[in-house]
């Protein structure tokens, strides 16, 4: 019998990612390794991507480091508005505090595999989605990143263009 932090990734639970009021978008399925695996500083997910969607909505974090990783397929990592095509072996990460607002898009015809992780949850933690000020409401002010001075350097709405 192997110990609780040896993880098999299948037998994991996937779960499907979306935001509240946003029921009509599915987003990546999700299976989050590292709690399964007892991690509580660090998050480590196995996350797909069907064609036609993305991880999240574009965003920044204040508190909380994130990186991601790709496995397999070709994914857009969308950058402040701007498209950078990723495949299998590229990695991209986002130190806290940046303001660098991200999110991966899948627009291929074929499914993305990726590893994402970073910090878990921090209760100083803030957040910025420059297209969804819903989410102000949603994570309350002390979970908004109010005072980010953000420009964005594309025009890029951060949506996937193949549903």
């Not at 994991?12 to 590292?34: H, I, K, S």
């Not at 965003?59 to 508005?81: K, N, S």
Request: proline content about 7%; charged content about 30%; aromatic content about 10%.
């Amino acid at each position: 019998m192997r110990p609780p932090f040896i993880v098999a990734a299948t037998q994991v639970n996937e779960r499907d990612a979306r935001y509240p009021g946003n029921e009509q978008e599915p987003m990546r399925l999700d299976r989050d390794l590292g709690r399964a695996a007892g991690l509580k500083s660090g998050s480590v997910h196995l996350v797909q991507l069907a064609p036609g969607q993305r991880t999240s909505y574009p965003h920044c974090e204040e508190t909380i480091e994130e990186w991601v990783f790709v496995i397999d397929g070709l994914v857009e990592a969308w950058i402040d508005g701007e498209l950078h095509r990723m495949e299998a072996g590229d990695f991209a990460a986002f130190p806290a505090g940046t303001g660098i607002c991200h999110t991966f898009i899948n627009d291929s015809d074929a499914q993305v595999t990726l590893l994402v992780g970073g910090d878990a949850d921090r209760p100083d933690n803030r957040l910025f989605y420059p297209f969804n000020p819903e989410r102000r409401a949603q994570l309350g002010e002390a979970g908004w990143w109010h005072d980010l001075a953000y420009e964005p350097k594309g025009d890029h709405d951060g949506k996937p263009r193949k549903r």
